[in-house]
Each structure stands twice: as structure tokens, then as C-alpha cells.
């Protein structure tokens, strides 16, 4: 009976399998129901570091007005607060004073302490949680200088609201007590982890274990001069190459069957004897060629890949775990998380998309098809944007409107989604804060009533 | 010391939370990521329910042909192969030829059924799964049909292919055969349920228990004859009303906040002697209004709400888990879900949506201020669209572009995800399908090759 | 020689007819600039007449007010003032108190009268100009109740600018005092002449010579039981069916070579024996359908063809210059002028367009191809939209959000560059006021500042 | 009397003027109408030059072809043909086998010339008319060439229609007899001239008259350090400076209207006693900034300036006719020709244009105000888009297409439609072919019929 095959054989079948998913996905659905909500209880927080907006002058008397506060005010039954981290630039301001409060505030000698980027970026367990004072783009100035794991960040406004500045400065004593004391919701943000690959003539030693090498194969017709980049490479040659692949075996390179494609098609344009490409005869060896990675960003927003200084449109390949996807035939594209869908990614014409949704948004600036409309992708899939070797131009990366790395001919960028998520504590829920920030920073809700036509 | 007070509590920590959520996002991603590529046994389906192209004489001979194939091609070591359940109106179509089958194959007798609407809505566990023949509508007829729980469906295209209908009829053999025989992957297409809840003067009955019954107070000043439209009543009033409510205790309903604003200023403005809206000598007690759930639909593309055949523009109230969100001044409001993202509502301007993505979709149509974007919001929020009393016109909804359901003043429909979602059969995994649909149904990928400039 | 050929045909020829061009296109550039910004002497007006926004009574005793001044200030050396045109409706006014005045101004009743919409549409010339109170609502009624010429409008606005409101209510006496005294740019806003013509089966009498009927043969096809719109009937037909046509013979139906064509296709796949479609013997003769022109309306902003009540999108075939332009598959259309580019089409995404460009815009709602993109033709261009006998729905048409009339298969709208076009006093000149309006109604420059990102 | 004062003061009237003004926008609309459709005899064209796509190997044997063709075929009764120009480079081509084909064709040495870029330039009344084979970027390379008055163009494609190559080459004999024989339709259409302004300290000469002199003065002052740009010095500033303003005396810059006011604000802000920012007292004279005209380009489609190589948004300040429209902050700026319009600035969201509007088409790129829309300003308006000192990054700009010129702060670009249009022979009339190309390059007349949902 139909029962009975399917006990023997074990397998889930499709009615099992699909009642499965469907709990499933109520599990995951009434969790992050749940998530969204749920105050945490914050857990006598000892040390915190304070980022104000650089640059800004008139920044720094409000930054000491706050370390003092926070070094002072007693907590937990304690004499003295928190431990605090400024920026060790601040330690030599004429308008920080830090002579001046040293004297006149002992908690300074011990409470007082400063940071530099190389301390943030090692060392992120040392502090509890981190204040901004500024707008977005100093939250987006955290995430930069927090390229590993994040500590909770409390971001504070200095009078109009930004997507990802939920406090008034103007309160912050109250805001930082009620916080401490009676928890707080988190945001956990997605970020986006994007490598750089480069492409290289010669093999690229990987001794340390840390590059996986990668190499192809590229071959000349000397029939039609045509270039023809070839499937990897066997062990031998890699071996010939002196380079030791790791256990995983040489990752495959979506751009190899791309160009192994293309060229069998030019290749067969121009052999009407209908010799395949894949003779060997009329092929000669070139040296392969090896993709490295090179480095690594965590963006917060988005990276954009545009033709940068060029005046011809840039030509990408978009690849999704491993599928090549389109062509992107535009001025270049926008990469963002949901949190960045309220920032570059809207101006491109993207969706506003809640900080919850698990998806990747695929924006194309200025795209010279109309059918490549905004996207949106799984969080889970793995992304490859290539610069190809017949693109005429080179393309240009900038990771939250920051660097500026060329991606040349033959280089690609791999993005996924972030193993370090970036934290925000909310001023009242992730999704009130999110609305508050649509309504308030995009005017969304501000509407003019419907006018009577007569 | 820090991390002892925080054992004896035993509360969570912000640091604890924030890396059990970022474990918990790092599960997920990789549940979704197996999912989307794995391959399931099918266990020996046994029976087949066909729905074609309504109206299609054409499919009629096709389908018959499908329909011997299936009862007589030998499955699982038996002689026979499944049981095949049509349309009842085929029972007497002349183009069918039923009574010619039944005398030349006697499997028929045995293994031909036929369904009517109502056996799918009550029975569909009679059905191990679907095959639907025809376009993207047929498809959506099959959503139609099976508002509960629906068995997988294998959806075959006649020649050019849907966003729904990966197979091609031409070689059904192949497909079914490939599909019984080697396993499936599934995409579990979520669905959105429409819930109709109507305004009525008169309180309602929930004797039976199945509506649970909500009422709002509406007061007039006398001074300033302004409506007022209050909390809600106390118990006392419920009662006096002849109405019990059941356990949860009536459901706050969100338009009750609104219009309690709304029309607080109103009466502040018109009473400049101010005197509060409260107060309750200036008012008179009107009858409670009430609204109960009429009707529910399950839609696998969209449900749209526009003005209708009224020339005035619609105004909808958006709530989100009961917070209002925005006053939507729009033709209408398409709502959506991934797989409905190509459809209407990329047609309005939102964004290209894997079906993997738990989101909602939420495309104004026409929208009278810029900054009303194509929004997603998470799956687990419960989205309520209401039509205030003030509006000038009524709205009309419309459930996967059938239906046709006027919505007056003081009703609303509430959104939710879907707990019977809709499982497809997929041609190779649900990326690579989507993304081929992409590419032959919006010409995606169909791009002009940079042209040289000069 | 060349030179001597071109002077003995005396034909222009390709390079002094291009020189010709280059001159003309410079001379109307030219005048286009100066019209811009010329201001003209206003010849001393002796009648005005006075719209105010339909059922807002706050306005009442506002518009006593203007017209009490307007009638006792003393103008061009004479003792009172201007006679003044108020709508009938205050005549029985409690608010506006008719008797009151009249017993307390002698000049109340020489120079104060009504108007009726009749009196508006037939005797326009009695108005040297008109004052509008409202919003770009009463603006649009006025053009409503002016359908033929239209005396100079200046509208006030009561506090918040609109697009075609560029005067405050708050200074009228300074305002009206300096466009009496010093002049006035105008600026002649283009509206749109929207015919429906109907299709009738019977054939319709033109006796009157108001109508030019236009025949269409249909014929069916016995075999394939296929219809068929064919050719203009010949003269004898239109005699024989009783109807003399007007001087210049029955007008060209833009439709019937659509349907001439699409029948034959459909024709052809359905008689595979190569019988041409034009065999009479396999045709029959149907009764001649008819389209009449039944209605005008001008419009100021724009005319809307959707699909009203209908849950199935629309099918609309659009013509310009009697060439098929391309079958519209979507929610409607919206087709504007530049002054409604600020409206309606800026919902459905059509571009903001300076009120001087000589262009008529197509917007398509909800377009179901994405190459449907919003369209801008020259105004010189005769515009038809028809609902196709093969329509699953009908059309419905809206006037500036007025009027709702149903459009059914077979019948159509001609809309062309109307020849009585709506002109506006301007503030300060056409091109400053519509900046103006667009800073303040759609926030157009409202910008937020770059923020530094780090 | 009223008519009375009409006649003795002699202005015109309000009511005279705007049926002046509608009877002349009636004339110009019937024009417009028969230059549409009008077809000119083309006066014996005796020499043509022929561009084909550069670099194009395949194309020499073509070109070499329609050269004999066009030298050998007798016309207007005489033995040889028409003079035919190539491009020089050609001379030298191995495949073009100049000497092979001077040998064989004595006609050739009479009747085959050579072009250089100069020759265009500085002799385009040599050439009756152009023949392009290739794509739109051959076209927009004709354009390049013939920076000054441009011949007739004729533009052949070869395969796939473009926007601007209505006519097939495969059939090049029979387009061409029919265009010289039976006369054609000229599509006139209108460019941009752009025309870089550089900003520069130190006075610049104009003895040579080339160069209209401008001047600003800036103005530091000495308590808030603000930098103050002023009003334009006097006479005697600019001969004290060396320099002798033409006789128009200097133009106006938009910039230092915006400047002034930019800094009036900052500096009120920063001197709370309320000294005016004009106070000879509290500044220095600092010395003066020119800007003058460098280099000037004509674009057939557009001119973009964007943001180039910085990650930074661009800042840019846009004027018409003198006026501050708005502060641009996108990615950038396109401005179109109509003819343009299906070209960048159709990627950029701008509306389709037909070519006969005279209008400029303004469309920000990615703008960073949802409200700044693509925009259409009459072609008789002179733009202006300036880089302000105060933005962080330069800008770039490219002209269809080509050059990459950076403008740095202080520098701007004006733009006005150009006195040199480029006309193109078409191959049915303007708007047929303009129709034609939509539908073929942007599929745009390519639906996928409507679907039935049952």
C-alpha cells in the first residue's frame, strides 16, 4: 500500500514534507513575531564608547557634558558610573579640556579612557555598548570602525530625526537611565560582507591558508585568434603551479562558464567548418589565471558599483549562489541591506523594506533595459558581481558612501550576508522606531488632504 | 561584580541576546539556503486531480489524452497507474468523449473521478497532488478552489512560460514521469488571508461563537454637532447591549484611535471656549457601531483595493499589528505577497520578489504624494486596511483579479499570512526557476549589447 | 548646374527648406521667450465675476466682503467701482445677506448681479474677468463652467498655494488694486476638447447636420463564424440606409482598420484552405454600426480612461493622427495636459512639464508591459482612444475628476488641443509662479542637507 | 465708455491679447501639423559624405560598394553620379583597396574625396548630404563632427532598427533613388549647446573680444570669518582690474544671487548685534573671481553631469532664465534633447518625447528628494548648472556620450537649444518613424496578450 512503501523506504514524502514547511515557516514567522517586541533586560552595562560626528566642533563640549554625566552618575549601587571610551583624538582637543576635567574630577583618572580605530577593531568586547552623536552617517561611521563583532549601539539625534538616530540628545539623561534600567529593545541589522576579488596572471601562493586559490584555464584558437577561457584546470596543473588547493577543492568560478560560453559562441561564428572548440589541436595553453581575495568590507547601508569616472555604461556580471542571473547593462547597482533601503537604494528607485525582512536588494542605477526593475533576493544566497574582460570600462565599489576601490577587468565582488550583525537599541520597538523614521525623514506621512474638486 | 548580578537574576543580557539572535538569523539563513536546493522523494502519489484553462476547447482533447496516459501507464509495480479526477463538466462534454473512453478502457471505470468545486474545498486530502494545464490563471483558479489546505502542484504551460507554470505540456510524459519517479524540490508559495470585516449599526450576534463581536461608542456634541467616535465601551455597556463577548474580551479595534483624534481636534477647534471633548454634558450617546468578519479569501498573488468606479481618489487608513501607519491617498493599494510580485503589483511599481522572502507587499497604486513608496513588510504582521467614515468614496477589493467586493464606509479588511500556503512543483529549484521566468516572461535578461558610440 | 536647376523648378529644396526650418524653430523660440515674460496693460475691466469653493460656508461672508470692495472702489476716475458677478445661489444666502447690503449700499444694486452655470456657458463675453476663492479645485470648476471662451482668471488662494493658485486671499485688495493698475502676465494654460463618440447599430440621423455619421460594414463569416469589421461602405450604402453625409465624406474610423486587420488573422487561422476574407460568398451582411459624437468636455488637467468597476484591466486601443499607436494593457490612462502634469499624471509617474510646451502627456496606470512608459506628443496631434468590441470589460472616463461616463466596446474619445484654452493672471510671470508652485505644493526643493558621512 | 479708453490709451487688452495669443498658438499648432507630414523635393544633391561605425572592419566592403554605386549611377542625365566624401582613413585601408578601385573606375578620380574631422567642421556646405551606416552611435558621431551647420542626414542600419537609423542598408539602391527622386521628410532635430564656464582668480583677458568678462567680488569678514561672495563690482573695479567689459557690461551670474544670499544667512546667524553683512566695516576685499567661457559642445541626445569618480553625492545648483530653480542633490543631472529622450534619459526615468516638442528634458539621476522629478522646460529657457564652492565633491560631465570633462567648484555649464539642428531624411515622416522605433528598440508595442484568470 501507499502507506506502507513509505514507512519502508523512510523517506519524507511530498505531503509530509510539505506540512513540514509549513510549520515551519509558522515557527520562524511567530518567532520573529516575537523578537519584534520582547524587551531584554540590559544587563548592568560597565563600559561604554561614545562616537560623535567628526569634524564638528561643536560636538565636543556636548561630548564631555555627556562622559562626565556618565562617569558620575552613580549606578547599581556603586559610588561612581560606567567606564568611558572616547576618541583618542579628543585626549589633546583644546575644547575637550581633558587637563582640565583630570583635575578637577578624580572619576576621570579611572573611568575615563580612549579609543582608537585599531581598539575598536580588536577588541570590541571591551566595550558594553557604544553611543553615537550625530546623524546616520556617524552610526554608519560605527559600523565602519566596528568591522567584527558590534556591541549594542544607542544613536542619539542632535535634533531631527534620521532612519537610524532614534534618541533626542536633548534628553539623554533620561534616555540612557530608562535604558539601563528597564532594557531595551534591539534591531539586530543585517550587514553585508563583501570581498574583493582579484584577478591575477600569475598563481597566487597560498602557503599561509589563508587565500583559496582559484585558477582556469585560458586558451587561444590560433585558427581564429580567438581568446577561450577553459574550465579549471585538473590537479596536475595546479600542482605543476606549485600551489596546494585546500580541502574543499578549487571553489568554481561563475565567470568561467560565462566566458567559456561566450567564446564557444564567437569561436563558432567563426569556424564554419564546424570544428569544436573543444579540440585541442587548435588550441594553445595560455597561463591560467588566479582570482584572490584581496579585501573585505561589512557595509551597513550598501556597496555601489558604478562606472565610476568612466562615460561608458558599465557592464557587470550578477551571479546568485553561483547562477549566473543577468547582465546588468546600467550606470551600476546598488547592493543594500533593508536597513539601507531607506538610503542610496531608494533614491535608485528600490523598495522601503522593514529592518526584519531577510533579503538582499538588488538596485540597477540607471538601467538600459526597462525590465531590470529593483529586486529583491534571499539573505541566504551568496552574490557575485564580475567585471568582465570584454567590459570596456573599469567599475568602482564604495562601501556606505565610503572607499573608493576599482574593480578592474577580470575582479569581482562577492557579498553576502554578514556573519556580524550591527545591533541598534530601539527607542520604542523596531517597528514603531522604523515608521517614526519613514514619517519623520521622508515626510511619508505627511499628506495634504484630499481637496474638494467643486 | 558585572557578570554576577547578572547570574543571579538570571535575566538574558543585551550581549547574550544580541549573539543568541545573531546564532538564531546565522539557523535560519542556513535552513533556507538547504531548503531552496533540496530534493524530496515524492512517496508514490496515488492520485491526480486535473484542472485546465476554464473555457479552453482546444484543452479538452489534451486533457483526455493526459488522463488515459495517467490511469494506464503502470506505476509502483502495478498494472495500473493513478487515479485521475477532472472537472464534472467534462463527464458530459461532447469533445471529451466519456462514455467512448469508459467502454475502450476499462481502468476507467475504476480510476476516473470527477471533482466539483465543493469536494476540493472540503476533501483535498483525497488528492495527492495537481496538475493544472494552462496559463499563470489557471494556476491562480487552482488557489481558487483549494482555500484550505492544497496538495502539491505540478503546473503545465502550453507554449510560452508563466511566472507560474514551469513544465512544459509538450513533453508531460517526461516531466510526470521524471517527477514521480525521481523527486521534487517544493516552493512553499506563501498566500495572504482576507478577512471582510463589515460595519453595522445594529450589534451582532456571536451566540455561536464565531464572531468575535467588537463595538465602538460614537457620542455627538450638541454644541458643536460633531461626531465623536470613542473607546470602547465598558462591559457594562456590552452587556446592556444583550451581547456576550467571548473570553479574549472585545478586540481593540484600530479605527477607534483614529477617529477619537480626528475628531478630538475637530471639537477643539470649534470649541474655543475649551472645553474638553470629554466632557460628557456636551455629548449624547449614540448607538454602538460593530464590525464582524463577513467573508475570507486566501489569494496567492494580490488582493487590490481601489476606488472603484468612483472618480474621487479612495482613502484607506493602514494599520500594521494595530498601529496606524499611514493615510493612504492613492487610486488604491495593491497588496501582495513574493509570488504576486511580478504581477499586479510590479505593474504598479514594486519590486521583483523571490518567493522565498517572508514578506508582504505593499504597492500604492497612483499615490498622491511622492514619498508613498512600494513597501515590504514582514510576514508576521497583521496589516488591516480600513475605509474611514469620512471618506468620500467606498473601496473595492479584488482577490487574485476576481471578486469584486464593494467596501462602505466603516468596513476593513484585515491581511495576514497565510497558515495554508500554496506548494508548487519546481522544473529545477525554486531560484533557478524563478530566475528562468524572469528571463522569458519579462524579457529579463533580454538585453541590447552595448553599442560602440562611435 | 545645380543652383540653376533649383531656380528653374522653383521647388524648395532639402537645404534652404532645412535653413527655413532652423529660422522658423528660432522665431518661435524667440516670441516663446518674450510672451514668457511681457507684461500687458489690462484695459481698465468693468465686470467681474466671482467663484467660490462650492458648500464651504466659512467662505460666505469672505466673499461679501471682496465684493463690497470691489463695487465701491472708486476706479479710472468714476465714483464706484466694478459690477460684480456672484453666484445665484447667494441670492437666498442667510450668511451672505442679500437684503442687508442692498438696503445699506445703494450701489448694490446697480452693480451687483448672479450668475448661473447657463449665463457662464452662453454669455462669457459679459465678464472682462473672473476671481476665483478656493483651492486648484474651484480653478478646475471654473474651467468646468467655462467650456467655451474663458474670460482671464486670477485665483486666490485661502492660505495655502496651489498649483494654479497663485494668489493670497489675505492681500486680494493690494493684489487685485496692482493687476487693475499695472498690468498682468498671462499665462494661456492649453485644455483638451475630449468628444465621445458612440457606436450605435442603428444608423443615426443627421438631420440636423450637428452630427457626421460615419458608417462600418460587418460582416460574419459562415463558415468560420468569425466577424468581421470591414471598409467604409460605399455612398450607395449610406443612401440606402437613409444618410446623406456631410461636404466632406464620412470620416475615417481609426477602428475599423484595427478590426479589418485583427479579423483577418483570426480569419486565416481558421480557413486553411487559403479562402481570402474578402470572398463575399462566404460572408454575410450584418447591419452597419455607427459612432456619433455625443459629448464635449474641456478639460484644464486632464481626462482619465480605467476600468472602473471592473476587476479585469482594460484594453485600449490608442490612435494618434488616425495611425495605430499601440494596444494599452493596463489600469487606464491618464492623458494631460502640461498645467495637469502637476496632478494626476504625477501619480501615475508622468513628468513635471512647464505650462508653455505645446504637448499633450499620455501616462499609462499600472501599465502591464514595462515599455509602456509615459509619453509626451505634440499638441498638434489628434488623439483617439476606443474600446475594442473584443474588450473583456468597458472603459469609464473622468473630466479633472468630474463626470464619470461609461465608455462601451465600440465606442471612443477623440482628444485634441482644445481651441478655447483657459488663461490665468500670473503673480509674477508663468515661469516663476509654476517654480513657485512647485517649491511649496510638492515640496519640490525642500531639501535635506548632505550630511557628512563620517 | 469702456471701448472708449481701450482706443485712446492704444495698449492692447487683456482680452485682445489672449485671443492674439490663442490665434497664434493655433497658427503655430496647424504648422506644426503640416511640417509633420509635408514632403520636400530634394534639389539635386550633387556630393555626399559617407561616416560609417569606427573601427568596424566588416563595414569596408560595404562602404566600398555603396561608394561605386553612388560615383557610377547616372543621375539628373548625366554620365557619372554623385561626389562621394569617405573618411580619409580610408585612403591608406587595405581593404577599401583605394588604388585597386582607382584603377578599374576612372570616376573615381573625379568623384571619390577625401574627409577629415576639419573638413566638416570648417566646410560642411561642401557636402549636399551624410549618409551614416551603423547604429545611433555612428549618428551621434556625425553630430560630433558637424559641431556647426549639418547637412541632411541620412542614416542606415544594419539589422536592427535604431532610434535614429530608420532605414535598412540592405536595400541602400532603392532608399536612396527614392529619396533623391521623389523628395523626403526632414526630421529637424534641435541640440543642446553647452558651454563650460571656468572660474578662475585671476582676471582674464578679453582683448580679443572672444570672452565676456565677468566679476565677483568676495568679501571675508574679519569677526565671523565668513567668506562673503557679493554683488558684481562696479566699472571701476573691473578697469582698475585691467579689464574692459564688452559692450553688453557684464553678465549676470546666477551664482552670486545664491552666494549672497547663502552667506548674508550664515553671517546673520554669527553676529548676534545684528550688523549687516553689507557693513563696509567688517570686511576685506579679497580678489575677484571670473568665470569664462571655455569650451562648447553641441549634443543630439544629452549632456550628463555626474558625480564622476567621488563617492560623494554631487551638489549642483540649477538656474533657468537666470532664476534659482533648485539644489540638486543626486548622482547627477542628464539633459536631454526630446531627441535624447529614449536614450540615457529614458534609463533615467524621464518621459518619452516626441521630436517635434520644443523642449529640454531635465532628469536627476538617483535624486535624493523623492520629489525632484524628471522634468520638461520650454527650449527657449537658458539653463544653467553650477558647481558651488561649498560642494565637497567636482562634478563630470560627458556629451552624448563622449568626453569626460570635470568641472571643478565655482565653474558652470549653460545650456540653451542650440541654432545649429540636426536634420535627418526620414524614411515615412517623423512621427511614423519615431512610432516605428519605440516599437522596434524598446519592444514597446510588444504585450503579451491579456490572459483569462479561468
Redesign the interface.
Known sequence: T?SG??QS?G????????SQ??D???V??????K??TAK???????SVLIIT????KALVSKTRDLVLWLMTRPR?GVENGLIVYVDSKLQKSRRFQYTDILEKHSVVETHLKFWTPELCRDNSSLF??VITLG????V??AS?LFQRTV??VMSFHLG?LGFLTPFDFAKYQHHIDKVIERG?N?T?R?RLTCTIYRCTKSSHSSADGQYRVRLRQVRRSKKSATSYVGDWGPCENLEAAGITPDGDGPEMDPMAQVYAKETQRSHQQSSPNGSRVHDQDSMESLPCYTTYPEETFEVLNEV?IDR??????S?LELF??D?H???V???GLAIATPTGSTA?S?????????P????I?ITP?????????????????DLRVCVPFGS?STA?A?F?????VELRQGDHMKIT?G???F?TVCAEDQ??DW?KSL?K????????R?????
Not at 542605477?365 to 544566497?381: E, G, Q, V
Not at 556606505?400 to 573608493?404: A, L, M, S, T
Open positions: 501507499k512503501s513509505s523506504t523517506t519524507s514524502t511530498a505531503k509530509s514534507y510539505t514547511l509549513v515551519t515557516a509558522e520562524v514567522r511567530e518567532a520573529s513575531r523578537i519584534r531584554i533586560k540590559w544587563d548592568q552595562p560597565q560626528k567628526p569634524g564638528d547599581y558594553d555598548f546623524g546616520d552617517g556617524t554608519l561611521f565602519w556591541p549594542p531631527s531595551v534591539i539586530l543585517m555601489v565610476g569616472p568612466s562615460s561608458s555604461m557592464m546568485g549562489d547562477q542571473l543577468t547582465t547593462q546600467a550606470d542610496y531608494l533614491s535608485a528607485g528600490g523598495s522601503l523594506t522593514h526584519e525582512i531577510p533579503a536588494l542605477l540607471c538601467a538600459h533595459t526597462l525590465s531590470f526593475r529593483p529586486m529583491l533576493l534571499p539573505d541566504s544566497m570596456r568602482w564604495s556606505d558612501g565610503r572607499g573608493r550576508a556573519s556580524t550583525p545591533p517597528s514603531k515608521f514619517s525623514s521622508l515626510k511619508w506621512n505627511d499628506r495634504i484630499q481637496k474638494s474638486y467643486a
